[in-house]
């Protein structure tokens, strides 16, 4: 069993910068592909980013192009989303999750991280 845990998440207001860390408890880290979710308050859960095993590939959401950027060490087992000018739109609880094959699809991930609260102020 994967065990995913996600840190970083805060209050910050429009304009600043985060950085979210995704620590995984497992060696098939270094085989899966890694993705980020948020979800907002009343809203489904939707993408964010992704990246393969060895970070050849990435995708991105619209939202997150040129904002955002998905990073992972495998040696640490650790997957990082660097987001910057925040807007309060982002605000959402964010997810890390794991998935054995490329996918942005939520239902390809397998497992996932409890989330971190990301609140951007206006």
């Known amino acids: 069993q994967v065990q995913l845990v996600e840190s970083g998440g805060e209050l910050v207001q429009t304009g600043g910068s985060l950085r979210l860390s995704c620590a995984a408890s497992d060696s098939t880290f270094s085989t899966a592909t890694m993705g980020w979710f948020r979800q907002a308050p009343g809203k489904e859960r939707e993408f964010v980013a992704a990246i393969n095993y060895n970070s050849g590939t990435r995708n991105y959401a619209d939202f997150a192009k040129g904002r955002f950027t998905i990073s992972r060490d495998n040696a640490k087992k650790m997957v990082f989303l660097e987001m910057s000018r925040l807007k309060p739109e982002d605000t959402a609880v964010y997810s890390c999750?794991?998935?054995?094959?490329?996918?942005?699809?939520?239902?390809?991930?397998?497992?996932w991280g409890q989330g971190t609260q990301v609140t951007v102020s206006s």
């Open positions: 999750a794991l998935s054995t094959g490329w996918s942005t699809r939520t239902s390809a991930y397998k497992y």
